[in-house]
């Protein structure tokens, strides 16, 4: 039977504990801010990455 290595190189690790500790800048909220404020094209790139990673929910984005 084939062994089986479930080790994780450093580089691996050190990625996925860096992203703990970034700050979320979707979860802030900015006063005042309205739609106008919002870049149409960060708008779009958002949008699509949000449809790839869930497709499931990804109509809802459209309305």
Do not use: C, H
Not at 8 to 34: G, H, L, P
Request: aromatic share 8%.
């Amino acid at each position: 039977m084939a062994k089986v290595s479930y080790l994780v190189n450093i580089e691996k690790i050190e990625r996925i504990r860096n992203q703990a500790v970034r700050e979320d800048w979707s979860a802030e909220i900015v006063e005042d801010a309205t739609i106008e404020d919002l870049d149409e094209e960060a708008i779009a790139v958002v949008r699509k990455n949000f449809g790839q990673k869930f497709p499931d929910k990804f109509e809802e984005l459209q309305t």
